[in-house]
T-cell receptor, first 114, second 113 residues
Framework: DTGVSQDPRHKITKRGQNVTFRCDPI?????LYWYRQTLGQGPEFLTY????????KSRLLSDRFSAERPKGSFSTLEIQRTEQGDSAMYLC????????????FGSGTRLTVV | AQSVTQPDIHITVSEGASLELRCNYS??????LFWYVQSPGQGLQLLLK??????LVQGIKGFEAEFKRSQSSFNLRKPSVHWSDAAEYFC???????????FGAGTRLTVKP
């Protein structure tokens, strides 16, 4: 297993368009997390899955954002009607059920909304 | 909810000098504590972690951190910094079950030759 993979690495989109990002976690990890990181800031928690169930969502996750993990493996994060304020790095991470050893992060998807 | 403060936005040290990055957390019980490092345009790499036991923990790349409950701190240290240590460092705290780890704003480390 090569770790957590995210696709694409970079995405440039026009304001108002929809975008979708994909995350493939480490195969034996049943927990998956999405974070958003803006320039000069630490990652901000967006949402968390345990297997296919979305168990927690931050208030940062507005109605335009939706995340899925349909079969408990890969996950997608969709942003509808993108705004310039959505420009950020979107990070995915995974962990085993016991997350006390921390999360393993992917390299992120850099979104630029023009 | 748990939270983290990293008081230093940017630190510059000379190569070979010692380093200490500060981290203060807020959480009512014993937290899970982590330090991550991030190079430009990259994801985060775990340096070390603490959840119980010995309060001085060793990590990768020669880093260590000490958990001080009385001060709600988890400062990161390295005795001799290398130019390759230049990066952004993030302290993070997890509550029970660690399902929504929270990060500080980060400290950017610059290493002078």
């Amino acid at each position: 297993d090569t770790g957590v993979s995210q696709d694409p690495r970079h995405k440039i989109t026009k304001r108002g368009q929809n975008v979708t990002f994909r995350c493939d976690p480490i195969s034996e990890h049943n927990r998956l997390y999405w974070y958003r990181q803006t320039l000069g800031q630490g990652p901000e928690f967006l949402t968390y899955f345990q297997n296919e169930a979305q168990l927690e969502k931050s208030r940062l996750l507005s109605d335009r954002f939706s995340a899925e993990r349909p079969k408990g493996s890969f996950s997608t994060l969709e942003i509808q009607r993108t705004e310039q304020g959505d420009s950020a790095m979107y990070l995915c991470a995974s962990s085993p059920q016991t997350a006390r050893d921390g999360y393993t992060f992917g390299s992120g998807t850099r979104l630029t909304v023009v | 909810a748990q939270s983290v403060t990293q008081p230093d936005i940017h630190i510059t040290v000379s190569e070979g000098a010692s380093l200490e990055l500060r981290c203060n957390y807020s959480y009512g019980a014993t937290p899970y504590l982590f330090w991550y490092v991030q190079s430009p345009g990259q994801g985060l790499q775990l340096l070390l972690k603490y959840f119980s036991g010995d309060t001085l923990v060793q990590g990768i790349k020669g880093f260590e951190a000490e958990f001080k409950r009385s001060q709600s701190s988890f400062n990161l240290r390295k005795p001799s910094v290398h130019w390759s240590d230049a990066a952004e460092y993030f302290c993070a705290v997890g509550a029970y079950n660690n399902n929504d780890m929270r990060f500080g704003a980060g400290t950017r480390l610059t290493v002078k030759p």
